[in-house]
């Protein structure tokens, strides 16, 4: 299939164990971004890539960890996970560039992954 | 201060009405201004585009940055039901995008 695609949909687990939500984009796009939502908090961003084996930080990185050996997949891994991790993650996609394209600044996100940490 | 602040509503309205959602952002130098629509369960997408000040229509939508006032807002005309979504306003800085909160908008019939 076409697009992006996120594994899994819903995961329940329990605090201190580690967890790896799966990313796979069929695009080829270079940069990879991976976000998480919660009510009063909208969409913050945790790491994004700009490429295989290029990662940064976002916003609130703290407990997890990215890699991206192939440009399709970007996994993200909760570590240890903790109660305050519960929340609905998303991973996006977007092509290269700069400026005025509207490919450049359009992100395409994947349908989302329900965590919940007890 | 946040980077780009929008009201959470939820707003309210009746179908066919005309609907106005705005954010302010706190740096002059942005240049790029997006909106995002999400649907209940489902990632965004992008709905609209704009660069720099000025109105851009897409059918019943109608985006408008105001720069002086670093104001964004979206105005959908002949609202409908399927329209009841949340919207996220959004500004480029660098390689990323920054999101509003999002307005959570429910359209009665």
């Known amino acids: 299939d076409a697009g992006i695609t996120q594994s899994p949909r819903y995961k329940i687990t329990e605090t201190g164990r580690q967890v790896t939500l799966m990313c796979h984009q069929t695009w080829s796009h270079s940069y990879m971004f991976w976000y998480r939502q919660d009510l009063g908090h909208g969409l913050r961003l945790i790491y994004y890539?700009?490429?295989?084996?290029?990662?940064d930080k976002g916003e609130v990185p703290d407990g997890y960890v990215v890699s991206r050996s192939k440009t399709e997949n970007f996994p993200l891994t909760l570590e240890s996970a903790t109660r305050s991790q519960t929340s609905v993650y998303f991973c996006?996609?977007?092509?290269?560039?700069?400026?005025?394209?509207?490919?450049?600044?359009?992100?395409?996100f994947g349908p989302g992954t329900r965590l919940t940490v007890l | 201060q946040k980077e780009v602040e929008q009201d959470p509503g939820p707003l309210s309205v009746p179908e066919g009405a005309i609907v106005s959602l705005n954010c302010t952002y706190s740096n002059s130098a942005f240049q790029y201004f997006m909106w995002y629509r999400q649907y209940s369960r489902k990632g965004p997408e992008l709905l609209m585009y704009?660069?720099?000040?000025g109105n851009k229509e897409d059918g019943r939508f109608t985006a408008q940055v105001d720069k002086s006032s670093k104001y964004i807002s979206l105005f959908i005309r002949d609202s409908q039901p399927s329209d009841s979504a949340t919207y996220l306003c959004a500004v480029r800085r660098d390689d990323k995008i920054i999101f509003g909160k999002g307005t959570r908008l429910h359209i009665l019939p």
């Open positions: 704009t660069y720099s000040s």
């Open positions: 996006a996609s977007s092509e290269s560039g700069s400026g005025g394209r509207t490919a450049y600044n359009e992100q395409f």
């Open positions: 890539s700009a490429a295989a084996d290029i990662t």
